[in-house]
């Protein structure tokens, strides 16, 4: 029998997570399957996703920066990827690709993990690409007190705030006034060109206001280490990832997500070599 195949469609991969984790999760569940870094130019997305039509292909994570340019590439989106018009995990059912977007259940159950309920609460996105799209429809649905959207195109702003009811603001605004901020860019994001960036000075954010970066390689990024000197709460990447990867891993293969095996195998690929 062909041993099952699974991967993530980016540009670039290397600094992946995905394998290191759901390569623990498939032998934790005892699934003889692989996982695999797809390293997809933009040019070269519609063969590859093409390819995850072949029987021993279970389906694929789909990150930065292929997470709207994979939609018309789809057979179906479900709910929440077709509300956040972005798609993070595919899954090959009979030869038909069905697009599914977990970032957003993914960061609400990291938020729920922190102590941390959306309801009634102000939050700041700091960006509008595909991974914002999930987190900020996922905090409509857990009735957040509102969510707002700061880009540097207003354009991906205002069309994101529409979708979620939320609003668009200047991506300079004030930090002040609201319960929680997300860095939902690559800035800080190892092997991104953009490692030392620090997106806005959380020091400006409420003293009690959560500093959350969905960033996860490096583990402390140039926000949340300027959140920390700031005095200010602070949540990284990595809970998100496992929580998201873990909805996708349930989807694949129609089992519970091992999520202690997982959480394990994505810190000790975080930590630095001794």
């Known amino acids: 029998m062909t041993r099952a195949r699974l991967g993530i469609v980016g540009h670039p991969v290397a600094h992946s997570l995905s394998p290191a984790m759901q390569g623990a999760a498939l032998r934790a569940a005892g699934i003889?399957?692989?996982?695999?870094?797809?390293?997809?130019?933009?040019?070269?997305?519609?063969?590859?996703?093409?390819a995850l039509r072949a029987p021993d292909c279970l389906g694929a994570n789909v990150t930065i920066p292929h997470k709207r340019a994979v939609l018309p590439l789809l057979d179906e989106l479900a709910p929440p990827a077709a509300g956040a018009?972005?798609?993070?995990?595919?899954?090959?059912?009979?030869?038909?690709?069905?697009?599914?977007?977990?970032?957003?259940?993914?960061?609400?159950?990291?938020?729920?993990?922190?102590?941390?309920?959306?309801?009634?609460?102000?939050?700041?996105?700091?960006?509008?690409?595909?991974?914002?799209?999930?987190?900020?429809?996922?905090?409509?649905?857990?009735?957040?007190?509102?969510?707002?959207?700061?880009?540097?195109?207003?354009?991906?702003?205002?069309?994101?705030?529409?979708?979620?009811?939320?609003?668009?603001?200047?991506?300079?605004?004030?930090?002040a006034p609201f319960d929680c901020v997300v860095n939902c860019t690559s800035a800080g994001m190892e092997g991104g060109g953009a490692e030392a960036v620090l997106i806005r000075d959380p020091a400006e954010s409420a003293p009690r206001a959560l500093i959350v970066d969905i960033v996860y390689a490096p583990a402390e990024t140039p926000l949340l280490r300027a959140a920390r000197a700031a005095g200010r709460p602070t949540l990284g990447g990595l809970p998100m990832l496992v929580h998201q990867g873990a909805l996708a891993f349930e989807r694949w293969t129609g089992r519970a997500a091992p999520l202690d095996a997982m959480r394990e195998a994505a810190r000790d690929a975080l930590a630095p070599a001794p």
Request: aromatic share 6%; hydrophobic share 50%.
């Open 32 to 50: 003889d399957a692989s996982y695999e870094r797809w390293d997809t130019p933009p040019g070269a997305l519609p063969e590859r996703i093409a």
């Open 85 to 175: 018009g972005a798609v993070n995990t595919i899954v090959n059912d009979g030869g038909r690709l069905v697009g599914h977007n977990t970032d957003g259940d993914g960061f609400t159950a990291a938020l729920a993990e922190a102590g941390f309920a959306p309801a009634g609460k102000r939050f700041l996105l700091l960006g509008a690409g595909g991974a914002a799209r999930g987190i900020a429809l996922a905090l409509a649905r857990a009735d957040a007190a509102a969510v707002a959207i700061a880009a540097r195109r207003p354009e991906a702003a205002e069309a994101l705030a529409e979708a979620a009811d939320g609003c668009a603001l200047p991506f300079g605004t004030p930090l």
